[in-house]
Every structure is written in structure tokens, then in C-alpha cells.
């Protein structure tokens, strides 16, 4: 899942006080957000997580059409 957020920072720390693990992003995610901030978070239930800035995934939607 993907998940656009205004402060990377403060949403992974929390995120990861509540169980969460940060992994490496994959080659292909960073393709897409070259250049951007984005983490990727595993959860205690094994969903993945993609935390990036708002405005990243703004372009990310807008390039599918």
C-alpha cells in the first residue's frame, strides 16, 4: 500500500514506535519516486507500506492516465 503523507519523518517513526519494521525500497518503487522521499515499512501483520510525501504521490496517480 501507498500512502502520501506531509511529514515522512514524523509518520515513519511513528509507524515504526507501534511495530513497524523499515526496509529497503525496492529498484522499481525508487524508479517511480526518483528523487523523492519515500520509506517502505513492513507492519506487524506483514502489510507493506510505502510512506512518501504528499506531492509524490500526486504525480504518482497523474501518470497513469
Known sequence: MT???ED???SVQK???AGAVEEQVD???AAIF??????KLRDPFGYVWYICER???ALFKGSSK
Open 15 to 17: 509507524a515504526v514506535n
Open 55 to 57: 506531492k509524490s504521490l
Open 3 to 5: 500512502m502520501g503523507v
Open 34 to 39: 526518483a528523487g523523492q522521499l519515500i520509506v
Open 8 to 10: 515522512v519523518a514524523a
Open 27 to 29: 529498484e522499481t518503487m
